[in-house]
């Protein structure tokens, strides 16, 4: 029996905006099917760079292919949850820790794609403006992301 049963885990997520016919920014999230708002974002894969992995995922989750990475920003959050249901007997099964400490690395993207093909990762998506998107992500260090990500848009796009 393990006394400390702890898994550390790395992923790589993406803020994603789009310019609508207005030329206003909006934001991608995606609903989880535990209930929670968040932007797209998946682990590293052995032998990948962070940038390959965001590709990746991005196209798993979302089916957006056309992604222009934006230069300058990268941010990241850290915190803890213990796995239940399905990823807890994976888990088990695997022989990973129950209790995980996870990383998540984040860029910005831009894209011009409007249709978004969701995994089944996800229930549902939006494409939300910053203050509905700030009010819509579920958890404080998900609003902070999009609160830094936002600050670097203005200063850093004049177009």
Do not use: C
């Not at 310019?19 to 032998?47: A, Q, T």
């Not at 957006?64 to 239940?84: H, M, P, S, V």
């Amino acid at each position: 029996m393990k006394i400390f049963n702890l898994s550390f885990e790395k992923s790589v997520g993406a803020v994603i905006f789009r310019r609508n016919e207005s030329d206003e920014k909006e934001f991608l999230l995606l609903h989880y099917p535990s209930g929670h708002w968040d932007f797209p974002k998946g682990h590293i894969e052995k032998d990948e760079t962070e940038k390959e992995t965001l590709r990746r995922e991005i196209i798993e989750e979302t089916g957006i292919i056309e992604l222009n990475i934006i230069a300058g920003f990268k941010d990241y959050i850290r915190y803890f949850y213990q796995a239940n249901g399905d990823e807890r007997e994976e888990r088990i099964k695997n022989g990973n820790g129950l209790n995980v400490f996870k990383k998540v690395v984040y860029y910005i993207a831009e894209t011009k794609e409007i249709s978004i093909i969701i995994s089944d990762e996800h229930i549902n998506f939006e494409w939300l403006n910053y203050e509905k998107a700030v009010a819509r992500i579920t958890f404080e260090n998900g609003r902070n992301v999009l609160r830094k990500a936002d600050v670097f848009l203005e200063k850093n796009l004049h177009n």
